[in-house]
């Protein structure tokens, strides 16, 4: 579960990687920074039933992975795919109330 940024070139940064990986069970999620990454896009798969809910921050220090205290992207119970072309410092994925399944989230960035 991370996300790996390469040099483009000098000012232009791509990212591709998960936010969560066939994550079985209720979970903060770890903050991410995607700062200087645009467009961007997110997609939930998977077979699960449970809420994941994407969450976006521009505060300047990276926040506790227990903060779920910030802006929801985005609240999804079923598989879905969202962008932004709007810049933001920080995101995450969070799993709650799993009952069963497998929720993986995807995000790629930059191209």
Do not use: C, H
Request: glycine share 10%; net charge neutral.
């Amino acid at each position: 579960m991370a996300l790996v940024q390469r040099g483009r070139t000098e000012n232009r940064v791509i990212v591709d990687g998960t936010l969560l990986a066939g994550q079985g069970a209720n979970t903060n999620g770890v903050w991410q920074n995607i700062e200087r990454i645009l467009p961007w896009s997110v997609t939930v798969r998977g077979t699960f039933n449970a809420t994941v809910t994407l969450y976006v921050s521009n505060q300047t220090d990276r926040p506790l992975d227990s903060d779920n205290a910030q802006a929801v992207f985005q609240a999804t119970t079923g598989t879905m795919s969202a962008g932004s072309t709007i810049s933001f410092r920080w995101i995450k994925a969070a799993v709650s109330g799993f009952v069963s399944g497998a929720v993986t989230v995807d995000l790629m960035g930059g191209a």
